[in-house]
């Protein structure tokens, strides 16, 4: 019986330079997203990286019918996180069910 991964990891790091503003040319998807997030920022009083991680988790789980079918039955893990540039560590940005043991798929 083959076993597969069932964990996908949505990382990202507070140097990105897609948080940062496009001059250069003309906005594409990911700098609207992040503009648009951007604006949140204040509200939320999280950090940018980890808005857009976890905005990034829901946007694969709406785009995929299999990964959202496996996540809803609970078959698959889309765990996001920030990983500090100078350590490595990650900094896991997850509610607690959603890092909750998954057994593994056969």
């Known amino acids: 019986v083959e076993e597969r991964l069932s964990l996908v990891l949505v990382l990202g790091h507070a140097g990105c330079r897609a948080l940062r503003p ?3 040319r003309r906005p594409d998807a990911l700098t609207a997203r992040v503009a648009r997030l951007q604006l949140l920022t204040g509200a939320d009083k999280r950090p ?3 808005l ?3 905005r990034q988790r829901e946007r694969i789980l709406a785009a995929s019918d299999e990964l959202g079918r496996r ?3 609970d078959d698959l893990r889309v765990v996001p996180g920030v990983v500090d540039p100078t350590t490595g560590a990650i900094r896991w940005c997850a509610t607690k069910v959603e890092l909750m ?3 593994p798929v056969k």
Do not use: I, N, T
Request: glycine letters at 0%; zero cysteines.
């Open 48 to 50: 940018l990286e980890e």
């Open 71 to 73: 996540a809803r039955a």
């Open 101 to 103: 043991p998954v057994a």
């Open 22 to 24: 496009r001059r250069d």
């Open 52 to 54: 857009l991680v976890r």
